[in-house]
């Protein structure tokens, strides 16, 4: 072919062809890099719900008994209150309220309940709930004198604070 000559159609058309090829072969290529793209995410967010949803329910297990421990707290103070008033008194009475009060604790103890007794302790106003002040005495000032009520946790969520009588600072 010379230089006068002109390229044939079926060469122009061939060029054509394999240009738009190319294009399509670069559109099939970037449509499947984001489907990739849209996986991966989908992926991440199915993972992260998945996480999601783990502690979720990890949470209610350890807080499913609230309600029931919370409306057990009147009984251990009953409880309670019955051992210090038989204080002194020796005898299968005392011995089976001591029995039965050590028992309930134990059982709540395995989920999750913890008792906030925090004699000589400083005073916390996260689990603490002042009801006076005294003079401290030989105690360190602001530490808690006296427990009139103890508190609760439950897997180190406040069920009901101590109510504490605090020394008094100078």
Do not use: C, W
């Amino acid at each position: 072919m010379t230089q006068n000559e002109t390229p044939s159609p079926g060469h122009e058309g061939e060029a054509t062809l394999e240009s738009q090829l190319r294009d399509e072969i670069e559109a099939l290529r970037a449509e499947i890099e984001q489907l990739r793209m849209d996986s991966l995410r989908e992926r991440a967010d199915l993972e992260n719900q998945r996480k999601r949803v783990a502690r979720d329910i990890d949470i209610a297990r350890k807080f499913a008994n609230e309600r029931l421990l919370g409306e057990l707290l009147p009984v251990f103070d009953s409880l309670d209150a019955g051992l210090v008033a038989a204080d002194g008194h020796e005898g299968p009475l005392r011995d089976g309220l001591e029995l039965t009060y050590r028992q309930l604790l134990k059982v709540a103890g395995e989920h999750g309940l913890a008792i906030v007794d925090p004699v000589g302790e400083p005073f916390d106003p996260e689990h603490h709930q002042a009801i006076s002040q005294a003079d401290p005495g030989q105690a360190e000032p602001g530490s808690v004198l006296q427990v009139f009520q103890k508190g609760y946790r439950l897997n180190e969520r406040l069920l009901r604070p101590a109510l504490v009588v605090v020394a008094r600072h100078d």
